[in-house]
């Protein structure tokens, strides 16, 4: 059984005050977050966990107001901020307090570059690095709720316990190893994708089987998808729980004009509380000029050629991967994928794909030679 883990809990601003000063004196922070996202558009922050080295604290983000010096820490650009599969605590960041980590490292990433296993769990990481089996039972708890219990608080400040040790293991062997770089690089393009903020206008292209509609029901679902995802940012609801994926795909399809119809496959509180607006939606796409209709969506394993140049770039990969490596690293099906329409499309200078910047490009031209 593993000691109990000592912590403070800060629950006011003069104690985060202290904690924040202190961890600017030092070269890395160990940081994570808890949080609930079951209806909500955003992630609902329930606790952070901050370990400098000295001392672990848990901040209670329900109990602080002023997070100022909280802030200042994520941007100080002389600590070095340490997580774990960070991509949903870089959105917690973004969104709480409109300031990312920088600059910051993800445990995960190096364990990738390590070829210790792709998308490790940190309970088998700290495993493999400590020789300790952590306790995941408090993963699925509610940490909005107060008081939160002592297995609970244990269970977080493990998670940076045992992070910043894992992590100085880690840099000992990656900076013996080629792929320091490609580690900065991955989680700089990490931090890119949290800046880069979802167009409304293209929300429709993440409707499941749009590509069944034609141009004319293209518009409409343009129309729809775009206002369902303001409409959940603005409500701060689940995007679904605005209205489901698959009615907005059957209202661009028959292009309904009663609310009757519109019963026929959603529920009646649905029907209820936005039938009026999702007709008024309606009228607006289908009043969209011909020449304005969003292209046809071309799938792309309908694409003339795809399957021959699927097999030749992941034939080409076996070919190219190093032994250090996975090859599901250097490339994978969605970048091939990527790669092949950038090809397709004229090839243009301005809007690389993945797989021809930074440490991918050798590889990647590798891959566009072979198509």
């Not at 030092?26 to 080295?53: C, H, M, N």
């Amino acid at each position: 059984m593993n000691l109990p883990i000592e912590y403070h809990y800060i629950d006011n601003e003069k104690q985060l005050a202290e904690v924040c000063e202190q961890a600017r004196q030092v070269p890395a922070v160990a940081l994570d977050t808890e949080f609930i996202r079951i209806r909500s558009f955003y992630p609902k922050l329930g606790l952070i966990q901050l370990f400098d080295g000295q001392k672990v604290s848990l901040i209670d983000p329900l109990a602080i107001e002023d997070f100022s010096p909280f802030v200042a820490l994520l941007a100080d650009q002389k600590v070095v901020k340490i997580f774990h599969a960070c991509s949903e605590d870089l959105e917690v960041f973004q969104h709480r307090f409109q300031q990312l980590p920088q600059p910051m490292i993800d445990t995960q990433i190096m364990a990738n570059f390590l070829n210790l296993g792709t998308s490790l769990g940190f309970a088998k990481l700290v495993e493999q690095c400590c020789g300790i089996a952590l306790d995941k039972g408090a993963s699925r708890t509610d940490w909005l709720a107060r008081p939160l219990s002592e297995q609970q608080l244990q269970y977080a400040a493990a998670d940076v316990w045992y992070l910043l040790p894992v992590y100085q293991q880690l840099a000992g062997k990656l900076a013996e190893s080629r792929w320091q770089t490609a580690v900065e690089q991955e989680c700089e393009a990490l931090l890119e994708k949290c800046r880069t903020e979802q167009d409304s206008n293209k929300a429709y292209l993440d409707i499941g089987n749009a590509y069944q509609l034609s141009p004319k029901q293209l518009a409409i679902l343009q129309v729809l998808a775009k206002w369902r995802l303001e409409e959940a940012k603005k409500r701060d609801l689940a995007l679904n729980f605005v209205v489901k994926e698959q009615s907005l795909f059957q209202i661009a399809k028959i292009a309904p004009n009663h609310t009757s119809q519109l019963l026929e496959f959603m529920h009646p509180n649905e029907v209820r509380i936005h039938g009026k607006k999702l007709l008024w939606l309606v009228e607006q796409g289908l009043a969209v000029a011909e020449e304005n209709y969003p292209p046809a969506i071309i799938r792309i394993v309908d694409e003339i050629g795809y399957k021959h140049a699927l097999k030749a770039m992941q034939q080409k990969l076996k070919e190219i991967a190093p032994l250090d490596l996975a090859p599901e690293l250097i490339a994978s099906k969605r970048q091939l994928n990527q790669l092949f329409k950038w090809y397709r499309k004229g090839q243009n200078p301005e809007k690389l794909p993945e797989l021809l910047k930074g440490w991918r490009t050798p590889f990647g031209e590798a891959f566009r030679n072979s198509l």
